[in-house]
Structures are given as structure tokens and as C-alpha cells.
């Protein structure tokens, strides 16, 4: 099963829409780490790393959210709890609970970096549209 991401960032699990309901800054996170996957990111990475913290709130242009440094900041110090709340609604899209894993966030935990979270997706998996590489990392 393939992820597509349109240039309005609209998100979809084969043929299944992603919703993520009223929180859009769910959405917002997620779609960073799809922009980014295989790229393992914790909140001391938003903090501290200028351009981790740039692109993210770039990606208010497709989006629509997270504009200030408020709701910046709101993600990164909930950042474990709004990654846990995508899970219902990535369950809810996925026609078997099993393909989960290849659609969530995976979390590892560091002694000093803290809990890093990656989507751990093939680049053959995941069609991106072109207009979003530039919220890329690397």
C-alpha cells in the first residue's frame, strides 16, 4: 500500500483519505515526518536545530497551521501525546490494524537526545508531490 501526498498536502493510504479530524496540527506534524521519513526527529531536535524549526513552520504555507512560535512550541512540548493521537485516525484509514507499522511513527529512545520519532516508510512506498521537497531536511 502506497502513501499519496497531493500538493495541498492532502494525505491517503492507498485509496483512503487521511482525515485528522479538527486537529490540524496532527496533520501538520505528520506530514513533516512523510516529508521527512527515515528521518528520525525528537523534540530537542525542534528546539535546537534552526532548520528543523524553519521548514516546519514553512509548512504552514500548504497546511495552515502551526504560524507562530506559540503553536511551535505547543507541538514540541506535546509532541509524544499528538504523535499517540495520529494513531486513531491513521487505524481508522488502513483496511488492516497489521499495516499499521509501516504508517506510524516509530519512537527510540536515546539516554541524552531523549525519544526520537521516524516513519519508517521505503521511498518506493510514498509518492510525494514535487512542491513539497522543499520542506525536506535532506
Avoid: W
Amino acid at each position: 500500500m502506497k502513501i499519496k501526498i497531493d500538493r495541498y498536502g492532502n494525505i491517503k493510504l492507498g485509496d483512503q483519505s487521511l482525515n485528522f479530524g479538527a486537529t490540524r496540527i496532527i496533520k501538520h506534524a505528520y506530514l513533516f515526518y512523510l516529508i521527512n521519513h527515515n528521518i528520525p526527529m525528537g523534540a530537542n531536535d525542534f528546539r535546537t536545530k534552526h532548520i528543523i524549526r524553519e521548514k516546519f513552520k514553512q509548512l504552514s504555507n500548504v497546511t495552515g497551521m502551526c504560524k507562530t512560535m506559540a503553536e511551535y512550541d505547543g507541538y514540541t512540548n506535546s509532541m509524544s501525546s499528538y504523535n499517540s493521537k495520529a494513531k486513531k485516525y491513521i487505524l481508522n484509514a488502513l483496511p488492516d490494524e497489521g499495516l499499521i507499522e509501516h504508517f506510524y511513527y516509530k519512537s527510540k529512545k536515546d539516554k541524552e537526545e531523549g525519544h526520537h520519532y521516524v516513519i519508517d516508510i521505503s521511498p518506493d512506498n510514498i509518492e510525494l508531490d514535487s512542491s513539497l521537497l522543499k520542506y525536506r531536511l535532506a
